[in-house]
């Protein structure tokens, strides 16, 4: 059970809030890490406002990469950070044993939070809520820094309000929720209500497509694609000062990009936009991954010229 003290810091104090864009892991063209251009692409995130960075998510193509590439991304880009900005690193693993020792060497790396989605495998390998609950707090045990449960359709696992809240309440480190499952406002306002001080961050996700409604529900972080971060600060920042009518207009005004990385592009948004700005060398995906359709590459940039974000401006 959660100690009185940790339940002092709730959604109200959270120790990190704000936007924390996923780092996209960047390749040559035939397939190597490209460390130098990854690099540019963290100096980038900063430099275009990022409250903090998460790495290795999805968005990062995690799924292509091998452990030992896991390892040096993790040390290449928390040294290269060098604590400018707390970093999230995606430890999500099936193996309850793997996942907190993955979770150990990223927080003794200098993590500031890991980020855990539910133990899945494949299309129909999952476990029960008792499982899941034993996966998270052997997990909590193994590590010192707090752990955000990724809740989305993706793990093909159903987590209820009432059982994320639950896990909040009783295990130590768990403390915040991305949660991006259709419906993303009602459960955030549900999750708030039944686990109340325990959650620290209700954070929304799903590249911002959501987020005015997830912050009107009480939302305190934003984990969004990593190519306008500057856009999402706009947002957040007018939200955060308590004017809603500029966080309003903010989002309606960087909707059509959302729109485009959320349902068009995908996971190469980030890059295809790092690319045209000169932030990275190149912006192919790991085989067999698709390329982006030029058509719907052509599409993003007039998008983006449009709005002017930083990322086309930043590395010319």
């Given at each position: ?47 275009a406002g990022s ?153 929304d996700g799903e ?21 306008f971060p500057d ?86």
């Amino acid at each position: 059970m959660k100690t009185i003290e940790a339940k002092m810091i709730s959604h109200s104090m959270p120790r990190y809030r704000g936007v924390y864009p996923v780092v996209p892991t960047t390749f040559t063209e035939s397939g190597d890490l490209d460390l130098e251009s990854q690099k540019r692409c963290v100096d980038f995130m900063v430099d275009a406002g990022s409250t903090g960075l998460c790495i290795l998510a999805n968005f990062s193509e995690q799924f292509v990469l091998s452990d030992a590439e896991r390892e040096v991304l993790t040390s290449t880009i928390l040294e290269h950070v060098k604590g400018r900005v707390p970093v999230i690193v995606t430890t999500t693993h099936f193996g309850t044993q793997v996942c907190a020792q993955r979770s150990r060497r990223a927080q003794d790396a200098g993590a500031a939070m890991v980020m855990v989605m539910p133990p899945y495998h494949g299309a129909t390998i999952r476990v029960s809520e008792d499982q899941i609950y034993g996966f998270y707090a052997r997990l909590s045990d193994a590590i010192d820094i707090p752990i955000m449960i990724q809740d989305a359709p993706v793990s093909g696992t159903q987590l209820s309000a009432a059982f994320l809240a639950r896990m909040a309440k009783e295990i130590e480190n768990v403390a915040y929720f991305k949660i991006e499952t259709p419906g993303t406002a009602s459960k955030l306002r549900e999750l708030i209500r039944l686990g109340g001080a325990a959650i620290e961050g209700p954070w929304d996700g799903e590249e911002a497509i959501t987020l005015l409604p997830d912050l009107h529900a009480g939302a305190t972080g934003a984990m969004t694609g990593g190519a306008f971060p500057d856009g999402i600060r706009q947002i957040m920042d007018a939200w955060t000062a308590g004017d809603v009518e500029a966080a309003t207009q903010a989002y309606q005004h960087w909707l059509p990009l959302i729109n485009y990385e959320n349902r068009q592009g995908g996971i190469l948004t980030a890059k295809a936009l790092m690319k045209a700005g000169g932030v990275i060398a190149c912006e192919a995906p790991r085989h067999p991954f698709p390329s982006m359709h030029p058509e719907v590459r052509q599409g993003l940039l007039e998008t983006a010229k449009r709005l002017d974000p930083l990322v086309l401006r930043w590395g010319r």
